[in-house]
Nanobody, 118 residues
């Protein structure tokens, strides 16, 4: 059983910073692509940033402000969010493409609220 557990959300003022973490645990073999998504009220879930073994990519709205990284030894992914704006307010979800004994599957974290407000 593989789980993704998120931490690090909360309330921050505009211009502030937060760091999200997503730790994978369980009987996993390999973690391939990982990513952060977000969903604001009344909007569709959107990709914020993704990371593979060799590359990273970002939504235009967060380029230059957010940084995605991963620690393969800890099976953990991070999202450093700087210069936060009210429009960054959303529930943030981590996603991972993981190989286990029975195959390769998509896994999601539980979601973490990020609120940017003065």
């Amino acid at each position: 059983q593989v789980q993704l557990v998120e931490s690090g959300g909360g309330l921050v003022q505009p211009g502030g910073s937060l760091r999200l973490s997503c730790a994978a645990s369980g009987s996993l073999i390999s973690i391939w692509r990982m990513g952060w998504y977000r969903q604001a009220p009344g909007k569709q879930r959107e990709l914020v940033a993704e990371i593979t073994v060799v590359s990273t990519d970002y939504a235009d709205s967060v380029k230059g402000r957010f940084t995605i990284s991963r620690d393969n030894a800890k099976n953990t992914m991070y999202l450093q969010m700087n210069s936060l704006k009210p429009e960054d307010t959303a529930v943030y979800y981590c996603h991972a493409d993981i190989s286990v004994d029975s195959g390769r599957y998509d896994y999601w974290g539980q979601g973490n609220q990020v609120t940017v407000s003065s």
